[in-house]
């Protein structure tokens, strides 16, 4: 079954600092998408990012950014100048033809602290 | 606010009640979702709407019935539900539902605030 595996439950940094959310995938398809979702203490979950497979070009947003390895099949989220709104839980997704709807990590905690 | 709104936020009910949760879209959307969010682990896709018709149910005990009567309102009704049943429900929409088998699309899911539910 295809997997997507954060492997740090929880981070915590200072405002202001950079921080880096890992993502590994696996995945035996080409073409694919993959996704990082926030949800915030509210737990409205929002997109972030998002990245096509077949760009090789990283994906940014303002101070969001990804580090897209394929063939590592690593999706990391950096956050440059941390925010105190920046602290949420961050899935990482990723789709996939052999099933309906994304895959989904166990996400990541993410504090910002003062 | 991202347009999809639910109800009841939290929900504490007995083993052998029965409730039922609201979702409501206002984006214009054709597919609607139901996810299970429990602490630590990954989303479990629940049930996918395709413009009214169910497209998906990922093996949803039948405890769980949902209901979409258009293309913008969706319900999860609930019967005789067990304690391990307790979690964060969310419900999502997208313009364009997914397909097995047909190559994906960058189509965003926008998420609700969920309903914070509690079983006794």
């Known amino acids: 079954a295809q997997t997507v595996t954060q492997s740090q439950p929880e981070m915590s940094v200072q405002e202001a600092e950079t921080v880096t959310l890992s993502c590994t995938y696996d995945?035996?398809?080409?073409?694919?998408?993959l996704f990082w979702y926030k949800q915030p203490p509210s737990r409205q979950m929002i997109l972030v990012i998002r990245q096509e497979a077949y760009k090789q070009q990283n994906a940014t947003e303002n101070r969001f950014s990804v580090n897209f390895q394929k063939a590592a099949k690593s999706f990391s989220l950096k956050i440059s100048d941390s925010q105190l709104g920046d602290t949420a839980m961050y899935f990482c997704a990723t789709s996939s033809t052999r099933v309906v709807g994304l895959i989904w990590g166990a996400g990541t905690k993410l504090i910002i602290k003062p | 606010e991202t347009g999809v709104t639910q109800t009841p936020r939290h929900l504490v009910m007995g083993m052998t009640n029965k409730k039922s949760l609201k979702c409501e879209q206002h984006?214009?959307?054709?597919?609607m979702y139901w996810y299970k969010q429990s602490a630590k682990k990954p989303l479990e896709l629940m049930f996918v709407?395709?413009?009214?018709?169910?497209?998906e149910n990922n093996s949803v005990p039948s405890r769980f019935s949902p209901e979409c009567p258009n293309s913008s309102h969706l319900f999860l009704h609930l019967h005789t539900l067990q304690p391990e049943d307790s979690a964060l429900y969310l419900c999502?929409?997208?313009?364009?539902?997914?397909?097995?088998?047909?190559?994906?699309?960058?189509?965003?899911?926008?998420f609700g605030p969920g309903t914070r539910l509690t079983v006794l």
């Open positions: 709407y395709n413009f009214k018709e169910q497209t």
């Open positions: 995945t035996s398809e080409n073409n694919y998408y």
């Open positions: 984006l214009g959307h054709n597919a």
């Open positions: 999502a929409s997208s313009q364009r539902p997914p397909e097995r088998g047909v190559p994906p699309s960058t189509d965003t899911q926008y």
